[in-house]
């Protein structure tokens, strides 16, 4: 029996099911190309109700083979959906890409609106265009939520439904198909399809080939997620080590461990820049900081601080540029309004301890100031990661901020853990056990240290008989002998106030030998009357001054006689200078003895190279390292009974005391000086507006005025004068300035000589010994731009230190002098240079002139 055509219609319109199920096997491109007799390449298979399997097996071996070349995730993604939407006909297919900032997760559009003719460039969505919806709003943040996927009929019965993206798009939402694509337990992103355009909603079938296709797509978004996490794993793996850098130096040392820290930061995260503020530490202000304050010019700090009570100060800022050439620049006391900390954002993450991850910085007010990018490259802030950085003790110490991620999304939640870790890493690693060991390995050989130094530096026995020679004139030890039966011998011993001119500001130690300055120095404790007054034993006195000459190493410059010289102009300042009406005698005493111990044990190079060097002292001391170090070693001495002046005192005199001793001896850092020149200059304002010369000594040193005034007007007063003692001898006679001048330059290029051997450095000009040729340049420089103010100022405070302001002048003339012979030299030279190349050429070119009339250059060898 044969079958007829009208047969199989009949048969086939009564079984769809077997239709669909023949078609969906044996339909292929081919055979509806020969059926229909046009060419394979040209049949729209998207017209057919269903593909075959043998055509999806192709379909999917496509695009697995485009996974494997082709390791863009939008992609493949954007295939299968394209795939998809003319398979279930959906109107649209979007993919939403999942992920948590500040611990809120969130759904953001990466490919929207594909269909069967799409364009991958029209549908993938740009960081700054992205859609972002919570997981509590819509259909697609529903289904992230339950982690189920959901066919919706009718969006209008759906609660979960919301308008927002509808009217944002203009487009009406019927139905929708959409699906969590899962990573394990966890979502990665969700496929939506939206209204089905050849029916009123999506079916089932509908659902099953959607889902069938999206295993693919699981599959690839799986590998996507993956390697995704796994580079953040290998990049937390890494560690670049930061070698020697001009950055380096401008560190301190706690400084350079975050910087070796952060800048393997640069491998954990993938961002154009980042910046790391670092938190001032200090809990109790400087009395030089607090001065504006107390003198009430100055709002006391009311802004905001960090949790454990500090004001938020950032002192130095570290900016490392990763987009285009990399960089990094190091921004010493960053004003408020630097780019870095413009927005707010560091201090308020210093001040509550947040992380803060902000996707749109345009759009937030925060960054409103960035008008302008912010570099030459055109550089703008787009998103920001902002975190504190916090050491054991709980004390945020810095805030690191990354901008930028590079691939252009915002910083996700993988970005806020890896960076948290980070930021902690660095907290601890600013005082991580080994640091503290080291510190305590420190203080106990400090113990030890001290003994050492004390059984050096201290007075012995068989040495202060070379001054109170009671061995010679009573046979016994000083101890045994009354302290008349002592003044006796220094009555002898000591050389009284006029043969050495300790009164003049000219004085001079040339001629003196180091045992003579020590004896200077007992002589200006009795003469301001200090020693019966406040009962200093006159043996603890000798062997005081004694232990502190010894305290002195013997350097070129910053020896013994310099510290002599300080303390000796400290003395002619208050008696010759009649700065003493302003103190008591007690206030005298110890600023005299602040000026003698004022640099003790100092080692000849300065306070950079002490850091530069990683010098222990630089880890003891932050700032004012050597000053602190000289205060440190001075009250030490203090310490020890048989060398303490001040044993004597009550308990508030000797508190008093070393306060001004701290005071005076930090003073005597120059980077200070900037600090203390308008208070002083306030104060000798103040002064020329009284005309009664015994009001104003009232003001300056009477209750009159309120204690704390009173108070900061003295210190400041006595913070300038050590600041005129320490470089007092600009102001000496010429044949003493130019003498010393030499010593300190001599001193500086030891340390330049250091400097080049042991850090491999270049010096500055001033160390650099090469340059010698222009120390009257720089000593002209440095008489005007900082010692000049001083004596002026002095002179115009208390015109009886006149000679000081006369002395500084007349170097200022001598220096400039031989500046100018040294300038006329080289011009000379130069000119001679430049005559005799003048003469060289004009010779070459006659020379040439005769050569080429000699005939063809190629003939020269005949
Ligand atoms: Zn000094």
């Not at 503290?436 to 068989?462: F, G, S």
């Not at 000591?494 to 000219?506: A, V």
């Not at 005298?588 to 080692?603: E, K, N, Q, S, Y």
């Not at 001896?665 to 002083?680: G, H, N, P, Q, V």
Request: contains cysteine; proline residues 3%; hydrophobic residues 40%.
């Amino acid at each position: 029996m044969s079958i007829k055509s009208e047969d199989v219609e009949k048969f086939l319109n009564a079984n769809p099911q077997f239709v669909k199920s023949y078609f969906s096997k044996k339909l292929k491109p081919g055979a509806v190309a020969s059926v229909m007799g046009i060419q394979e390449s040209a049949v729209d298979l998207d017209s057919f109700e269903q593909v075959s399997q043998v055509e999806e097996g192709e379909i999917f071996y496509d695009l697995i083979k485009d996974m494997q070349d082709n390791v863009n995730m939008e992609k493949v993604i954007f295939k299968i959906l394209k795939r998809i939407s003319a398979l279930i006909h959906a109107d649209r297919c979007s993919l939403f890409m999942y992920r948590q900032r500040n611990g809120i997760a969130e759904l953001a559009t990466r490919l929207f609106n594909v269909n069967a003719t799409s364009k991958l460039e029209d549908c993938i969505v740009s960081p700054d265009s992205e859609i972002v919806f919570p997981l509590d709003i819509g259909i697609v943040g529903h289904v992230a939520h339950t982690k189920k996927h959901i066919n919706v009929k009718d969006v209008n019965e759906d609660s979960h439904f919301c308008t927002f993206v509808d009217e944002l798009t203009e487009y009406t939402t019927h139905n929708i198909l959409a699906t969590p694509i899962m990573n394990g337990k966890e979502v990665v992103a969700v496929i939506m399809g939206v209204n089905k355009t050849t029916g009123t909603n999506f079916t089932d079938e509908d659902e099953d080939l959607f889902l069938k296709y999206l295993k693919v797509g699981t599959l690839n978004l799986k590998i996507y997620h993956l390697s995704y996490l796994h580079s953040c794993e290998t990049r937390k793996g890494q560690l670049l080590l930061w070698s020697a850098n001009k950055v380096f130096e401008e560190l301190t040392d706690i400084e350079r461990q975050f910087h070796k820290a952060l800048y393997t930061v640069r491998a954990y995260l993938n961002c154009d820049r980042y910046s790391v503020g670092l938190l001032d530490m200090t809990k109790e202000k400087e009395f030089f900081d607090i001065w504006p304050v107390l003198m009430e010019e100055q709002a006391p700090y009311s802004g905001p601080r960090t949790p454990d009570g500090r004001e938020i100060i950032f002192y130095k800022v570290i900016d490392y540029i990763l987009h285009g050439k990399e960089d990094i620049k190091v921004i010493p006391n960053p004003p408020a309004d630097h780019w870095a900390l413009a927005s707010g954002l560091p201090t308020y993450v210093a001040e509550s301890g947040f992380i803060c991850n902000i996707m749109n910085a345009a759009a937030d007010e925060m960054f409103s100031f960035q008008s302008e990018p912010l570099d030459d490259s055109g550089w703008t802030i787009k998103n920001v990661l902002c975190l504190p950085i916090v050491n054991k003790k709980e004390e945020t110490v810095g805030v690191a901020t990354f901008y930028n991620r590079k691939d252009g999304k915002p910083f996700d939640e993988q970005d806020e853990n890896l960076m948290e870790a980070l930021t902690q890493f660095l907290g601890w690693s600013v005082l991580n056990p080994d640091t503290y060991d080291k510190m305590n390995k420190l203080e106990n050989r400090k113990d030890i240290a001290q003994d050492m130094v004390l059984y050096h530096v201290k007075c012995r026995d068989d040495e202060i008989q070379n001054i109170l020679k009671t061995r010679e004139h009573y046979g016994k030890e000083p101890r045994d002998c009354e302290e008349d039966e002592l003044l006796q011998i220094l009555k002898k011993e000591l050389p009284g106030p006029r043969k050495f001119e300790i009164y003049e500001f000219r004085f001079s130690d040339f001629d003196c030998t180091e045992l003579d300055l020590v004896r200077c120095g007992i002589q200006m404790y009795y003469e301001v009357g200090v020693v019966k007054k406040f009962q200093v034993p006159q043996e603890v006195l000798v062997r005081f001054m004694y232990s502190v000459s010894k305290g002195y190493r013997r350097i070129t410059y910053h020896n013994w006689r310099h510290g002599f010289n300080v303390g000796q102009t400290m003395f002619t300042l208050l008696t010759t200078g009649q700065l003493k009406r302003y103190y008591t005698d007690l206030e005298v005493m110890a600023m005299i003895t602040a000026g003698f111990l004022h640099d003790i044990d100092h080692r000849g190079t300065n306070n950079l190279y002490q850091v530069k060097s990683q010098n222990p002292l630089a880890k003891l001391h932050g700032s004012s390292i050597l000053e602190r170090h000289h205060l440190e070693f001075g009250k030490f001495l203090l310490g020890d009974e048989s060398l303490n002046i001040f044993q004597n005192l009550n308990r508030r005199q000797t508190e008093h005391v070393f306060h001004l001793i701290d005071i005076a001896i930090i003073a005597t850092d120059l980077a200070l000086y900037f600090k203390k020149r308008t208070m002083f200059q306030k104060i000798v304002d103040l002064s020329e507006t009284y005309e009664d010369e015994k009001k104003w000594v009232d003001f300056m040193s009477l209750e009159t005025t309120r204690k704390e005034i009173h108070n900061i007007f003295l210190f400041a007063c006595m913070a300038m004068m050590m600041t005129a003692c320490d470089l007092s001898a600009i102001t000496k006679p010429w044949e003493v300035q130019s003498k010393v001048a030499l010593s300190v330059a001599a001193e500086f290029w030891e340390q330049g000589d250091l400097e080049r051997t042991v850090l491999q450095q270049q010096p500055i000009p001033m160390m650099d010994r090469n340059k010698a040729a222009e120390l009257p340049k720089l000593q002209c420089g440095f008489i005007d731009f900082v010692c000049t103010f001083v004596y002026k100022e002095f002179s115009r405070f208390h015109p009886a230190t006149q000679p000081m302001y006369d002395g500084i002048q007349n170097n200022r003339r001598e220096w400039k002098a031989l500046q100018e012979a040294y300038e006329a030299k080289l011009k000379e030279a130069e000119e001679a240079a430049k005559a005799n190349q003048e003469a060289a050429a004009a010779k070459k070119a006659i020379a040439n002139a005769n050569g080429g009339s000699a005939g063809s250059k190629t003939c020269s060898v005949c």
